[in-house]
């Protein structure tokens, strides 16, 4: 029964939430609205259990005396203080809770947190980009393309010459390596690709970085995008028909009634 | 004297010519071809008119004027001159009314005939979205089949997931370590399908953690995800048979502020230095926060989410990362139920399906651009919604 109710609610709902999307009519609009009400009602009864939860967490975490448990002290008095200031002197702006606890608090805060994000964007790019294998040296290349092409100098240099002269130099290498081991199939490998490319850099690409980033972005970028967003979107009815059919019951806990 | 008389003649007969003599302003001409109907796959209450601006020169302004057989005429509303269709959005239903629109150039009015009596009504089903109706049943019936023909007992295969197969590993790691585990179920609410992805991976890792006797941590950012994230935990638990390991205070609600959230998991992090971490969900800016401290601790990291913005970041910094449509698929690949996983072979043929309609759809916009091929642009109609 525990089981059984749960499924029989999520079928209804989902079939009918299903059919809602078809039919125009007031009475499957209202039923939605109605339904988006009774979300919200429901999310605030959770979020008293959440607070429950917060209390009761940090409180333990204080009595037992566990590893940095006077942060925990700083989270109860922050939440006891916001929550007296809410009641006690109102929300709106012009209040304590509005001009000090949330303009000169918590969002200096939170931007603060948002800041670190730069740093991390550092550390993360200099780790994803080194060449260290193929796949590797191509995410190099496209983001040093996309990069140099995003900022404003970048975008107005020139990229067909110097493309063509550092691909020259790079085959050139190539071959006289590949000459020196007498690899001939090298050789002619190497002069093929040089030639391909050429013509591709020449005829392909635009003669400023700026267009040349945007390419990337547009083209490989935004395709690889679709393709997951693709799989995702499908992904998604997959896993919605599975919850509604009662199939997929890992949101209660796994396995068969 | 003469020679000015001479010029005073000319000038008197040339002016009249060209002052007087203005071309012909054509009449302001009405509207016509009007027609208003119901407008069609709405919730009612909506007349839609169209019209054409009569010959000669644009008017300033059209004005539309409706009239409620039984009471008297009103302009509802005005439209640009190069605007022909006008929505009234304020009929009752099932009244009739008449239309007729006026051409307004100065202060003269060319009104086109009254249109014969129109009601708005609600409709039933919206038959612009015809196509998304016949995608569904198609993919619904690939899905139920594949589902009985695992229930029929035939296995189906199921390409290896690198990041799942990790899960045993990090779950094992973390008792060997003596350490615990860092679930993350995301930061969006129960209504996303991320969520409840990852909600039923969840369910998967406590069996595991259960089993293994490792400790578990769930911070919540959602009052709701933390409801449910811990009667799943819990359920997990009694399932393996462990409903004593079960810590009440292993799942917790943090706040719902999201870099408040990312503060404190990564705080936790720091404190506990735990074996493994999990961030499958929804995740929008702290996931680099959150996956890069994570990194700086030392622990194995398994990522996962449907957000094309997060992945990169996610995969940098993590040492498995689920790749939009495998968080969904997780649920089936870690419990190898055949129901689930005949789901997710019906979900491989509707990808394969949509991607030849794609390529056909495509090829189709291209060749419609061509005189010869036009009939072609009314086949890719059929799959624009509205």
């Known amino acids: 029964m525990k089981r059984n109710i749960p499924l029989v609610v999520c079928l209804v709902m989902g079939v009918s939430m299903m059919v809602q999307f078809f039919v125009p009519h007031p009475v499957s609009v209202a039923y939605y609205e109605l339904t988006t009400r009774w979300f919200r009602i429901v999310a605030a009864f959770a979020l008293v259990l959440g607070t429950g939860s917060l209390i009761m967490y940090h409180s333990d975490k204080i009595q037992r005396k566990r590893q940095g448990w006077f942060y925990s002290v700083v989270t109860i008095l922050a939440f006891v203080a916001t929550a007296v200031i809410g009641l006690g002197w109102g929300i709106k702006r012009g209040t304590i809770l509005q001009d000090v606890i949330f303009s000169n608090i918590l969002v200096p805060l939170n931007a603060s947190m948002f800041a670190i994000l730069a740093f991390y964007m550092a550390s993360a790019a200099y780790r994803a980009f080194r060449a260290r294998t193929k796949e590797a040296s191509l995410l190099l290349i496209a983001a040093f393309v996309v990069m140099l092409g995003m900022v404003p100098l970048g975008a107005n240099l020139p990229f067909r010459l110097p493309a063509l002269v550092l691909l020259t130099v790079g085959v050139a290498v190539g071959i006289y390596l590949a000459v020196r081991n ?38 490989p970028n935004m395709a690889a995008k679709r393709a997951i967003v693709l799989g995702v979107a499908l992904g998604a009815v997959a896993t919605s028909l599975k919850v509604i059919l009662g199939i997929e019951r890992g949101w209660l806990g796994g396995g068969k009634s | ?52 601006p009569g010959s000669g020169p644009l008017p300033e302004a059209f004005v539309i004027e409706r009239t409620e057989l039984g009471t008297g005429a009103e302009v509802v509303a005005s439209s640009p001159p190069d605007q022909a269709v006008f929505r009234d959005e304020e009929t009752q239903d099932r009244r009739p009314y008449t239309y007729r629109v006026g051409a307004v150039s100065g202060s003269d009015t060319a009104w086109s005939n009254p249109t014969a009596p129109v009601m708005s009504s609600p409709q039933f089903f919206n038959t612009t979205r015809v196509n998304v109706l016949a995608a569904m049943v198609i993919f619904f019936a690939l899905v139920v089949y594949f589902i009985e023909t695992a229930r029929r007992g035939k296995s189906l295969f199921v390409r290896r997931i690198a990041g799942l197969d990790a899960v045993e590993e990090a779950v094992g790691r973390a008792t060997e370590m003596g350490k615990p585990i860092v679930y993350v179920p995301g930061l969006a609410g129960i209504d996303a399908i991320a969520t409840i992805a990852s909600i039923n991976i969840l369910g998967e890792v406590a069996k595991k953690t259960a089993q293994y006797d490792s400790a578990l941590l769930v911070p919540n950012r959602d009052p709701i995800v933390y409801t449910v994230a811990r009667e799943v935990v819990k359920e997990a638990y009694t399932k393996a048979g462990r409903p004593d390991a079960f810590k009440a205070d292993s799942v917790f609600f943090i706040t719902s502020e999201q870099f408040a959230y990312a503060a404190a998991v990564d705080g936790l992090m720091v404190r506990e230095k735990p074996a493994t971490n999990f961030f499958l969900g929804m995740f929008w800016a702290e996931s680099l926060i959150l996956a890069e401290t994570g990194a700086t601790t030392g622990a194995i990291q398994i990522a996962g989410t449907d957000s094309v913005f ?77």
């Open chain 2, 310 to 386: 997060q992945l990169p970041f996610f995969i940098t910094a993590c040492d498995y990362t689920l790749i939009g449509e495998e968080l969904y698929a997780a649920s089936a690949y870690l419990s190898r139920e055949p129901l689930l996983l005949g789901s997710l072979k019906g979900q491989d043929y509707g990808k394969m399906i949509i991607l030849a309609v794609v390529t056909l759809g495509s090829a189709l916009l291209l060749l419609s651009g061509l005189p010869a091929f036009r009939l072609f642009s009314r086949i890719t109609d059929l799959f624009t919604t509205g």
């Open chain 2, 1 to 52: 004297m003469t020679a000015l008389l001479l010029t005073l003649l000319l000038i008197a007969q040339v002016q009249p010519a060209a002052g007087f003599d203005p071309p012909p302003v054509p009449p302001l001409a009405a509207p016509v071809s009007l027609r208003a109907f119901d407008t069609p796959n709405d919730q009612g209450k909506s007349i839609t008119l169209t019209w054409q």
């Open chain 1, 182 to 219: 007498q690899n001939w199939r090298g050789v002619l490998v190497l002069g093929l690709l040089w030639v391909l490319l050429g013509l591709a850099v020449r005829f392909l690409f635009a003669p400023r970085f700026g267009a040349v980033a945007e390419q990337v972005l547009s083209y």
